[in-house]
């Protein structure tokens, strides 16, 4: 079963275990840039994600 945690996972423990807690808003950080990245090149939205930026 211990082969099978995800990525979600591992880093959570991480943080509780290691007390990095402000690793959390740089983690979030990264994750929201990527799904913009992603949805930005192949979706409707890509016009209106552009006009933000």
Do not use: C, H, T
């Not at 808003?25 to 192949?42: E, H, K, R, T």
């Amino acid at each position: 079963m211990e082969g099978n945690r995800s990525l979600l996972f591992e880093v959570w423990d991480f943080l509780k275990v290691r007390k990095k807690w402000w690793l959390l808003p740089i983690l979030i950080l990264l994750v929201m840039a990527g799904a913009l990245i992603i949805f930005g090149q192949s979706s409707a939205l890509s016009p209106f994600i552009y006009a933000l930026g």
